[in-house]
């Protein structure tokens, strides 16, 4: 099944980088950006997230949260995390379960890895319903953050 605008955003519960969990459900009542990416420590995923971080006050002003998940174990993110002073949640959806349920994993990635995040962004309402969904085939494609914050200035 694949997650289009108009859906309810499925709930879930993921370990940060401080091993909270975190749940989208605690975000009711605020826009949110979901960001799926491949791996951590990997070029476009780092250039990915951190032209985020350096837009962090912007996506603060379009009042949106970011949460950005890859199927990294939460010790990598948090060495990620750190490395690069991202400014927003990192979650570790290890299990892939949150990736199978948005419909954005790849059963086969490179190299012979299994399992693996396809990039994808999922913006919800303060509903929970989501507003803009894009999942990229090509782990070297970026989200259309333009569209993205445009759809973000409509809500």
Do not use: H, W
Not at 77 to 92: D, G, I, R, T, V
Not at 99 to 105: I, P
Not at 107 to 112: A, R, S, T
């Amino acid at each position: 099944m694949t997650l289009k605008v108009g859906d309810k955003a499925p709930n879930f519960t993921l370990r940060n980088t401080e091993k909270a969990e975190v749940s989208l459900s605690e975000y009711r009542g605020k826009n949110v950006l979901i960001l799926f990416f491949p791996l951590a420590f990997t070029g476009v995923c780092t250039d990915e997230l951190c032209s985020i971080r350096d837009e962090k006050a912007e996506y603060d002003d379009l009042n949106v949260d970011v949460l950005a998940i890859s199927v990294d174990s939460l010790f990598t993110l948090e060495k990620f995390k750190a490395e690069q002073n991202y400014n927003f949640p990192l979650l570790s959806d290890f299990n892939k379960d949150v990736s199978r349920a948005y419909g954005s994993l790849y059963e086969d990635f490179v190299l012979g890895m299994k399992g693996v995040s396809k990039r994808a962004a999922f913006l919800l309402d303060k509903e929970g319903t989501i507003r803009y969904a894009e999942i990229l085939e090509s782990a070297g494609d970026l989200p259309n953050f333009a569209k993205i914050k445009e759809t973000l200035k409509s809500l």
